[in-house]
C-alpha cells in the first residue's frame, strides 16, 4: 500500500465540457510537447508567477517559514525547481566532479581564482561583490559536496540505465542532507523516449521495465537501509497522456488526461485517486477523437494534498504555490486524502522576519470606523522583483527586504501599515486579484471606479488597495 494512481489528470485552465474544453483553454497550447512541459512543471496557466516552478514555489514558502530547503537535479537544469530564493544544485548521474580535478600533480586553480576575485574593497561594485559571493559560494559546495558524495555508500545496487544512475545519485545526496544543512528537499529525475508514435508497444514495455527496475532499488535502499521512506514522496508526471486510439502506424498520438501515480511509506495507498470517464469512446461526454480524454482532475488537485503533507499549511501560502487552485476549491485533494502520516522530524519553523511599521498621527480627525484605521489589503497583486512578475500579498512584503519591496510602484498605497505609510492615502496602481461574479479575474482601481463601485468596494481588501475611490480617505 505505498503506491497510488492517479486517474485522469491534466493541465487545465478551468472545469470544462466537450463543447466548451477549446475556447476554456485559450491561455495555454495543448498538444504541444514544449509548451505543455512548461505547464506541468510551472502549474501556473497564467503566469501569475512567472519565472517559477511549482516545486520552487514551495521551497520558497517553506525558507519563508522557517524551515532549510533544497533544490537538486540530476538531469539539468528543472523548471519545476526555480525558485525566487533558492539556487539549485545541478550534478551529473555519471558522478560529481571535483573542480580543477588535477589540482595535486598541476598548479591549483582554485586559489588563483580567488586571487582575482578578492572579497570587498572598497573598490568593489555591486555587480563585482555579487560575482565574487556566487562563486566562492559554488566553489565551497563543489568541494563539501564532492567530499560528502565520495564517502556515500550505499547498500543497494542500482541499474546502469540512465534513470538507475539518476535515482542512485539521489539515494547518495539524501545522505548528505545534514552536511548541505537542509530539512526538506525536492530532487528532480527525468527519463523521456515516451513519443512513441509508430509501433508502441516493445518499446513502451521496455520503457516501463526501467521505470520499475530504478524505482524498486530506489524504495529498497531507503527502506531497508537507510529508514527513511516514510519521509519521501515519489511523484511522477508527464505532460500529456496519448490517444487512445492507435494511428496507422501501431503508434499512439498526444493527448491531455493521463494516469500518473504517487509512492511513498507514509501514502494511504493501495488505490486509485479521481475517477475515470464512464464511456471511454469518442461518443462519450469526456472523450473527442481521436481518443482524446478530457481530465477530470486537474494538477492542482494533487499537487495541493503534496504541498500541505510537504509544510505549505495556510491558504495563502497554497495559492502562492498554486495560482489557479482557486478555480477548483471542489476538486482539491488534501493531506488526508493522500497520506497517513507526515514527514517524520518536522522543524519547528522560526519565527518569520517581524513586519517593519511605522505609524504617522493623523493630522485631522477621521469622520468613519473605515477611515479610522491604517491597514494593509488583503488582496493578492501582481509586482516586479528580480525582473519576474509575480503574484505577491502584504504579508510577503513586510518578511523581507521590506524596504525595498515597499519601493516596488503601488506597493506602498495597498500596503500602507506595512510600509509605514499611513499619512497618506491614495489608490494603488497595482492590479489585484478579486472574486466577481463567481470568477477570479486580474482588476485595478480604475475598474472598481467605472461602474458598481459601492458594491466592488465591498470587496474584501478593496477599500485598503482603493482608498480614494471607495471614498475611506480621511
Same mark, same amino acid.
Given at each position: 500500500?505505498?503506491?497510488?494512481?492517479?486517474?485522469?489528470?491534466?493541465?487545465?485552465?478551468?472545469?470544462?465540457?466537450?463543447?466548451?474544453?477549446?475556447?476554456? !483553454?485559450?491561455?495555454?497550447?495543448? #498538444?504541444?510537447?514544449?509548451?505543455?512541459?512548461? @505547464?506541468?512543471?510551472?502549474?501556473?496557466?497564467?503566469?501569475?508567477?512567472?519565472?517559477?516552478?511549482?516545486?520552487?514555489?514551495?521551497?520558497?514558502?517553506?525558507?519563508?517559514? %522557517?524551515?532549510?530547503?533544497?533544490?537538486?537535479?540530476?538531469?539539468?537544469?528543472?523548471?519545476?525547481?526555480?525558485?525566487?530564493?533558492?539556487?539549485?544544485?545541478?550534478?551529473?548521474?555519471?558522478?560529481?566532479?571535483?573542480?580543477?580535478?588535477?589540482?595535486?600533480?598541476?598548479?591549483?586553480?582554485?586559489?588563483?581564482?580567488?586571487?582575482?576575485?578578492?572579497?570587498?574593497?572598497?573598490?568593489?561594485?555591486?555587480?563585482? @561583490?555579487?560575482?565574487?559571493?556566487?562563486? #566562492?559560494?559554488?566553489?565551497?559546495?563543489?568541494?563539501?559536496?564532492?567530499?560528502?558524495? @565520495?564517502?556515500?555508500?550505499?547498500?543497494?545496487?542500482?541499474?546502469?540505465?540512465?534513470? %538507475?544512475?539518476?535515482?542512485?545519485?539521489?539515494?547518495?545526496?539524501?545522505?548528505?542532507?545534514?552536511?548541505?544543512?537542509?530539512?526538506?528537499?525536492? #530532487?528532480?529525475?527525468?527519463?523521456?523516449?515516451?513519443? !512513441?508514435?509508430?509501433?508502441?508497444?516493445?518499446?513502451?514495455?521496455?520503457?516501463?521495465?526501467?521505470?520499475?527496475?530504478?524505482?524498486?532499488?530506489?524504495?529498497?535502499?531507503?527502506?531497508?537501509?537507510?529508514?527513511?521512506?516514510?519521509?519521501?514522496?515519489?511523484?511522477?508526471?508527464?505532460?500529456?497522456?496519448?490517444?487512445?486510439? %492507435?494511428?496507422?502506424?501501431?503508434?499512439?498520438? !498526444?493527448?491531455?488526461?493521463?494516469?500518473? #501515480?504517487?509512492?511513498?511509506?507514509?501514502?494511504?495507498?493501495?488505490?486509485?485517486?479521481?475517477?475515470?470517464?464512464?464511456?471511454?469512446?469518442?461518443?462519450?461526454?469526456?472523450?473527442?477523437?481521436?481518443?482524446?480524454?478530457?481530465?477530470?482532475?486537474?494538477?492542482?488537485?494533487?499537487?495541493?494534498?503534496?504541498?500541505?503533507?510537504?509544510?505549505?499549511?495556510?491558504?495563502?501560502?497554497? =495559492?502562492?504555490?498554486?495560482?489557479?487552485?482557486?478555480?477548483?476549491?471542489?476538486?482539491?485533494? =488534501?493531506?488526508?486524502?493522500?497520506?497517513?502520516?507526515?514527514?517524520?522530524?518536522?522543524?519547528?519553523?522560526?519565527?518569520?522576519?517581524?513586519?517593519?511599521?511605522?505609524?504617522?498621527?493623523?493630522?485631522?480627525?477621521?469622520?468613519?470606523?473605515?477611515?479610522?484605521?491604517?491597514?494593509?489589503?488583503?488582496?493578492?497583486?501582481?509586482?516586479?522583483?528580480?525582473?519576474?512578475?509575480?503574484?505577491?500579498?502584504?504579508?510577503?512584503?513586510?518578511?523581507?527586504? =521590506?524596504?525595498?519591496?515597499?519601493?516596488?510602484?503601488?506597493?506602498?498605497?495597498?500596503?500602507?501599515?506595512?510600509?509605514?505609510?499611513?499619512?497618506?492615502?491614495?489608490?494603488? =496602481?497595482?492590479?489585484?486579484?478579486?472574486?466577481?461574479?463567481?470568477?477570479?479575474?486580474?482588476?485595478?482601481?480604475?475598474?472598481?471606479?467605472?461602474?458598481?463601485?459601492?458594491?466592488?468596494?465591498?470587496?474584501?481588501?478593496?477599500?485598503?488597495?482603493?482608498?480614494?475611490?471607495? %471614498?475611506?480617505?480621511?
Amino acid at each position: 500500500n505505498d503506491l497510488s494512481f492517479l486517474a485522469n489528470v491534466g493541465i487545465l485552465q478551468q472545469p470544462v465540457t466537450k463543447s466548451t474544453w477549446r475556447q476554456g !483553454h485559450s491561455d495555454t497550447r495543448l #498538444f504541444s510537447h514544449n509548451t505543455q512541459q512548461d @505547464e506541468v512543471n510551472l502549474i501556473d496557466i497564467f503566469d501569475e508567477e512567472a519565472g517559477s516552478g511549482v516545486c520552487g514555489r514551495v521551497l520558497d514558502v517553506l525558507a519563508l517559514n %522557517g524551515y532549510k530547503p533544497g533544490a537538486v537535479s540530476v538531469n539539468g537544469i528543472a523548471s519545476a525547481l526555480r525558485s525566487d530564493t533558492l539556487s539549485t544544485i545541478v550534478i551529473d548521474s555519471n558522478g560529481y566532479q571535483k573542480f580543477n580535478p588535477t589540482a595535486s600533480f598541476t598548479s591549483n586553480v582554485t586559489n588563483k581564482i580567488k586571487e582575482i576575485n578578492p572579497a570587498s574593497s572598497i573598490r568593489s561594485s555591486l555587480y563585482g @561583490e555579487t560575482w565574487s559571493d556566487a562563486l #566562492f559560494q559554488s566553489l565551497g559546495e563543489n568541494d563539501l559536496l564532492y567530499e560528502e558524495l @565520495e564517502s556515500a555508500f550505499l547498500n543497494t545496487t542500482f541499474p546502469t540505465t540512465d534513470l %538507475g544512475m539518476q535515482l542512485s545519485s539521489v539515494a547518495k545526496l539524501m545522505k548528505t542532507k545534514d552536511a548541505r544543512g537542509t530539512d526538506r528537499d525536492i #530532487f528532480n529525475v527525468r527519463i523521456g523516449g515516451f513519443d !512513441h508514435h509508430g509501433n508502441i508497444e516493445a518499446p513502451l514495455m521496455e520503457k516501463l521495465q526501467t521505470v520499475n527496475n530504478g524505482l524498486e532499488a530506489f524504495v529498497t535502499e531507503l527502506r531497508d537501509f537507510q529508514g527513511i521512506w516514510d519521509d519521501v514522496a515519489i511523484v511522477v508526471v508527464s505532460e500529456f497522456a496519448r490517444t487512445l486510439m %492507435g494511428n496507422t502506424g501501431n503508434g499512439s498520438d !498526444h493527448a491531455w488526461g493521463g494516469n500518473y #501515480f504517487v509512492a511513498s511509506g507514509s501514502l494511504d495507498g493501495g488505490r486509485i485517486l479521481g475517477s475515470f470517464p464512464s464511456n471511454l469512446t469518442n461518443d462519450g461526454p469526456f472523450v473527442f477523437e481521436p481518443g482524446i480524454v478530457i481530465p477530470s482532475s486537474p494538477w492542482e488537485s494533487f499537487w495541493n494534498g503534496i504541498a500541505q503533507w510537504f509544510g505549505v499549511s495556510t491558504e495563502n501560502d497554497l =495559492t502562492t504555490v498554486l495560482p489557479n487552485r482557486n478555480a477548483f476549491l471542489n476538486d482539491l485533494w =488534501t493531506q488526508s486524502d493522500l497520506f497517513t502520516i507526515p514527514p517524520t522530524q518536522a522543524p519547528i519553523p522560526s519565527t518569520p522576519a517581524p513586519v517593519i511599521s511605522t505609524f504617522a498621527p493623523s493630522q485631522s480627525p477621521t469622520t468613519s470606523s473605515s477611515s479610522s484605521t491604517c491597514e494593509d489589503t488583503t488582496l493578492r497583486f501582481k509586482v516586479e522583483w528580480n525582473e519576474k512578475l509575480i503574484m505577491r500579498d502584504c504579508i510577503w512584503i513586510g518578511n523581507r527586504a =521590506t524596504i525595498q519591496r515597499c519601493n516596488i510602484e503601488g506597493v506602498s498605497a495597498a500596503c500602507r501599515e506595512t510600509c509605514g505609510t499611513c499619512s497618506s492615502c491614495e489608490d494603488t =496602481t497595482l492590479r489585484f486579484k478579486v472574486e466577481w461574479n463567481g470568477k477570479l479575474i486580474m482588476r485595478d482601481c480604475i475598474w472598481i471606479g467605472n461602474r458598481a463601485t459601492i458594491q466592488r468596494c465591498n470587496i474584501e481588501g478593496v477599500p485598503e488597495a482603493c482608498p480614494v475611490t471607495c %471614498g475611506i480617505c480621511p
